[in-house]
């Protein structure tokens, strides 16, 4: 138990205001698990049935449909290249089997240092800026897999990744922007 | 060219921020106007218009808003489709980032027009950066008293107006295609896993909570308010008269300048992929487009002479609107590994509920597999097409079409390419790349809409 301070629990206990069920938070409740943690175990499944009061089986089941909820660690970037159509047909499949093979991992695997993981995605809704790679929240259109290469091997060094060079600037986000 | 009305994505710099908005007559008058005119007026002048449903089944709007009860004894839900997760899709997104405020304000117009007091945005997980924008917007909507409970003092309603107010919550999905489907939609937002419900009961009758609920796409709601300032009548002459408006085109594939064009309906295909997206690379012939995301029936190249882009004109070409995201093939692509490709995207994404479709779309697969690989049969001709017709009209929602539509018409139209297939000793090719093209100098455009400022 204890993912959440209190603050956080009451910032729950707001938003279920919003729905009218606690059970609809869960999402939200697991996306805030997951940015603490990394992945979403099972005490966590635990804590999130509590606060949405549903049974813990219940989360499994929501935990496992979505496939952007992880039920075992990831790296700390988790890279994920489209081989949908529009990416195919920019050379999506190219760009993911040259990543795959820089990081020397397979789909759904994790680099031993813990620094990335590997997804082949589906459609992430970049197809005019195919092929596309993202690493977490960060898209990175019209890459050639040097630059992938590149991309990779910047977020190795610093830590960080580096901005896109074609890129959706965020405003400046107020306290507000959570609500 | 130079004319084409610019509705949802108008070429103003800075546009989604709350003040440039504004500057442009946003939250002003317009909505004042529709505070004073009764909800049944404001719905009637959405059918006056025509307006068609942005979000694949191009349904009339005004209609499926005047399905919701009247009176106020039970709540009454908005849910607005922001999920946009079908392969070759990207326009919603083109909202979200640069005109979140004119979404907002049609969700304002639709929520008075059904008298709903909750509107729940759904956008999907990998949009995060989006979503980032529009829970930006919608905050200050509310710092600005034009959405939420001070919306009664900032929109006082002068003689007989409703004094009115509605809360609207941005959610986040979290990767699940099937989602976007209405019911489905609902289940997800409610905590539950992504399942479609089964029909009827409609969402009107018993949706989110068992409680009538509307669903409409963003570029749907970000229409009402031209609408509403226009009128009815102007809007709808606009475009296709069947099919009013401007349509947001994705064009992704083999074209100079991918991205997302705003143009009329009923503009022509060809046009939009050779004067809007710079052609073909290479001068090369067109195969085969799929004109609305990957759902849709495939044409052949040699189809696509004078077919105009709405939901009549395309279903006359026999093919449908579905999302405008237009998908490109030069005469090189393997068509059977962009097939495959589709295949295995709707078997990943069947929810498993029926039996048709979660063994159908897996068999597809198989079956475009055995194509792909050299192995193929000749009977695997009609099996492929026979399975994928079995599909069609036996499931709870419609992703069993959007699987087995692709398949049916790709094996009808290109029958030649699956005879050779069967072949022995065939070389496989791959899909075509036009990636290695840009290190040859061609600019990548990324998203291109007008005032793009890039970094
Ligand atoms: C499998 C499936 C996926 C869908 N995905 C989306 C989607 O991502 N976005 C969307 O707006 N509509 C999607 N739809 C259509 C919705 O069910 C619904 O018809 C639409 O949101 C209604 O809005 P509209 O009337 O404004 O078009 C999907 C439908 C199906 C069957
Ligand atoms: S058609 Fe497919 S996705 Fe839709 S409910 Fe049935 S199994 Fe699920
Ligand atoms: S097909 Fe790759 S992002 Fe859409």
Request: net charge neutral.
């Amino acid at each position: 138990m204890a993912i959440f301070s209190n603050e956080e629990l009451q910032e729950f206990t707001e938003l279920q205001k919003r729905y009218g069920k606690p059970a609809a938070t869960l999402l939200p409740v697991l996306w805030r698990i997951q940015e603490k943690r990394g992945w979403i175990d099972s005490d966590a499944m635990e804590e999130a049935a509590a606060i949405c009061q549903v049974p813990k089986s219940h989360v499994e089941g929501v935990v496992q449909f979505y496939t952007m909820f992880f039920d075992k660690p990831m790296g700390r970037f988790h890279v994920q290249v489209c081989t949908n159509v529009s990416c195919m047909l920019r050379g999506g499949e190219e760009l993911y089997n040259h990543v795959r093979q820089q990081l020397g991992i397979e789909n759904h695997g994790r680099t031993e240092n813990g620094i990335f993981s590997l997804e082949e995605v589906e459609c992430m809704g970049a197809c005019g800026g195919a092929p596309m790679m993202a690493l977490n929240d960060t898209f990175y259109e019209c890459v050639t897999t040097e630059e992938a290469s590149k991309v990779l091997a910047e977020t190795q060094r610093a830590g960080v990744n580096p901005k896109p060079k074609f890129v959706a600037q965020l405003p400046e986000l107020s306290e507000a922007a959570n609500r | 060219m130079a004319d084409s009305p610019k509705l949802i994505l108008p070429d103003v710099p800075g546009l989604r921020n709350i003040e440039t908005y504004m500057q442009h007559g946003g939250y002003g008058e317009t909505l004042r106007k529709v505070f004073t005119m009764s909800p049944t007026a404001v719905t009637d002048e959405v059918k006056k218009s025509g307006l068609r449903g942005r979000g694949g089944a191009a349904f009339p709007t005004g209609l499926k808003w005047s399905f919701m009860p009247k009176g106020n004894e039970k709540k009454k839900y908005l849910l607005v489709n922001g999920d946009e997760s079908e392969p070759g899709s990207f326009k919603d997104r083109q909202i979200f980032e640069f005109n979140p405020h004119q979404m907002i304000e049609g969700i304002l117009i639709a929520s008075y027009a059904m008298q709903i007091d909750h509107a729940y945005i759904y956008i999907r997980g990998e949009y995060e950066h989006w979503i980032k924008m529009v829970r930006q917007a919608v905050a200050e909507a509310y710092d600005r008293g034009v959405v939420g409970p001070r919306m009664k003092d900032t929109f006082k309603p002068s003689g007989d107006g409703i004094a009115y107010s509605v809360d609207i919550t941005v959610h986040k999905g979290a990767g699940a295609y099937i989602v976007g489907e209405e019911t489905a939609m609902m289940s997800s937002l409610e905590g539950d896993r992504g399942y479609p419900r089964v029909k009827p009961p409609f969402p009107a009758a018993s949706g989110l909570w068992h409680s009538p609920t509307t669903i409409n796409n963003i570029e749907t709601l970000a229409n009402v308010p031209v609408i509403l300032k226009m009128g009815g009548d102007a809007y709808s002459k606009i475009g296709d008269p069947k099919h009013p408006g401007t349509l947001l085109f994705g064009v992704s594939g083999h074209v100079n300048k991918p991205g997302v064009y705003e143009l009329p309906t009923g503009t022509t295909l060809l046009d939009i992929i050779n004067k809007h997206a710079g052609g073909v690379p290479g001068g090369k012939k067109i195969k085969m487009v799929i004109p609305g995301g990957s759902s849709m029936p495939p044409l052949r190249g040699e189809q696509l002479e004078g077919v105009k882009m709405d939901a009549e004109n395309l279903k006359a070409a026999g093919s449908a609107i579905g999302t405008g995201g237009i998908m490109v093939m030069d005469e090189d692509t393997d068509i059977i590994k962009v097939l495959t490709r589709i295949s295995k995207f709707y078997a990943h994404e069947s929810c498993g509920q029926c039996t048709p479709c979660r063994e159908g779309t897996g068999w597809l697969l198989k079956i475009l597999q055995r194509f792909e690989q050299g192995n193929a049969r000749e009977e695997d001709i009609d099996l492929l097409h026979d399975v994928a017709f079995n599909i069609e009209g036996r499931t709870i929602c419609a992703l069993g079409e959007a699987a087995a539509w692709p398949v049916r018409f790709t094996v009808e139209r290109f029958r030649e390419v699956f005879e050779q297939r069967v072949k022995p000793g065939l070389k496989i090719g791959s899909p075509n790349r036009v990636h290695a093209l840009r290190k040859g100098g061609l600019e990548p455009v990324q998203i291109h809409v007008p005032m793009v400022e890039r970094v």
